[in-house]
């Protein structure tokens, strides 16, 4: 910042426009989801494992009823909270899915999932407030904490090599005083899915501090674990906020619909957060959303079943790497092996990795501390795609060079 004098006036006069950037945003750096896939972009023979994304296309009877709404004229703005035939959908498949009970006016419609949680964190979170996270956790989670200045409270799941466990423990001392604690079950990036057990003793404590339990289950179809999923809203609907969206369960990353259900004391509040931010979703993608909870869901269980068998393909090829350890993915669409064998700085052996071999994964320490040392591969990808990259891994770790 400089001084400068007119007549008789001091003014202040920044030097450059980034001064005035809020220190929390200053600090953040570009998520580490992007970053490898970014860098491996010009390359012909790159193979993406990193983002998130299913590679099956949307099915054709939502994309019809997108179309039809278009032709039919529904472009206008809509119902700030979302339409209402979507909104009754909703409420009756949260019933019907997981015994929550939430009326359509309990339910608003964001631009997916991600803009449900920007408005929690917007309508609940300030500086200095504390949030409850199992870590790793979806790095979402940590870049809003970091947003709003406010301060993570991280629980590390127990890694035991072959799978994970809650620290129930660690989160009877995390809690205390966190406003909000975040549950994603199934997990990104774990995979990991809480059983009944855990869930419970989790609502019981946040129950008992007062503290908003957010319950991303946006994953909620990807469960391969025969575990029953509990959703915390319906055992402790008064102190839940549950979210989802069509993005993983319908292939519907691009059309950006997402749901939350929330009691009806806090629903005015995010209304009004959600209507400032974007006014209302998308009114064709509503129309497709209500068609893909409506239609048939046989692309749903078809894509679930393609994504357990890659789960085995994945999982059992990451298994035999040597010095890796795995936990089999019991859910979601990821695994989420441990390389520290190869190096703790797990950003940098993203990098040496993707340069060799060109393949795209994420390295863990995105998801918090807990997950250094790990590399996040999704099973979201073509099976060709899956065995291309377990064997170029298998013969960069086997030659001591870094070219494959
Ligand atoms: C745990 C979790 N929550 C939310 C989202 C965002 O979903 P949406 O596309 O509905 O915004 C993702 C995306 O990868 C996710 O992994």
Redesign the pocket.
């Known amino acids: 910042m400089k001084r400068v004098k007119h007549s008789c006036t001091y003014y202040n006069v920044m030097e450059s426009l980034e001064e005035w950037v809020l220190p929390q945003i200053k600090h953040m750096t570009f998520t580490g989801i992007w970053r490898v896939t970014l860098m491996l972009s010009n390359y012909k023979d790159s193979v993406y494992l990193s983002t998130?994304e299913p590679d099956f296309d949307t099915p054709p009877n939502v994309i019809k009823a997108a179309e039809d709404a278009m032709k039919n004229g529904k472009t206008h703005y809509v119902d700030p909270s979302g339409l209402k035939e979507l909104r009754e959908e909703i409420s009756k498949k949260l019933k019907r899915d997981n015994s929550i009970e939430a009326s359509p006016d309990q339910v608003i419609v964001p631009v997916?999932?991600?803009e449900a949680?920007a408005t929690v964190f917007q309508a609940f979170v300030s500086v200095g407030d504390k949030v409850t996270v199992f870590t790793p956790a979806?790095s979402?989670y940590l870049d809003l904490i970091q947003m709003r200045g406010a301060r993570l409270s991280a629980v590390n799941l127990i890694d035991e090599g072959d799978r994970f466990r809650v620290d129930l423990e660690k989160l009877k001392e995390s809690i205390t005083g966190s406003k909000l604690i975040i549950l994603?079950n199934p997990s990104?990036p774990t995979g990991y899915v809480m059983n009944d057990e855990e869930i419970r003793a989790i609502v019981d404590l946040a129950v008992e501090h007062g503290t908003i339990i957010v319950s991303?289950e946006?994953?909620e179809k990807m469960n391969y674990s025969g575990k029953r999923l509990l959703s915390p809203a319906s055992i402790a609907p008064e102190n839940t906020i549950t979210i989802n969206?069509f993005?993983k369960a319908y292939a519907m990353?691009g059309w950006?619909i997402?749901y939350l259900a929330a009691p009806k004391e806090v629903m005015e509040a995010l209304k009004i957060v959600h209507h400032t931010n974007v006014i209302s979703a998308s009114s064709i993608s509503q129309y497709a959303a209500l068609e893909a909870l409506r239609g048939p869901q046989d692309s749903v269980k078809k894509m679930v079943s393609e994504y357990a068998r890659r789960m085995e393909l994945l999982y059992g090829g990451l298994k035999r790497l040597p010095n890796v350890r795995v936990a089999k993915p019991e859910g979601a669409i990821y695994a989420f092996p441990d390389f520290s064998f190869y190096g703790k700085d797990d950003d940098e052996f993203s990098v040496r990795l993707a340069r060799a071999t060109h393949v795209a994964t994420v390295p863990g320490s995105t998801f918090g501390e807990a997950g250094r040392g790990h590399l996040r591969f999704t099973f979201a990808a073509s099976p060709e795609s899956i065995r291309t990259a377990l064997s170029r891994i298998e013969e960069f770790l086997s030659s001591k060079s870094d070219a494959y």
């Open positions: 998130g997916g999932a991600e949680l979806y979402l994603n990104n991303d946006i994953y969206g993005s990353t950006r997402g």
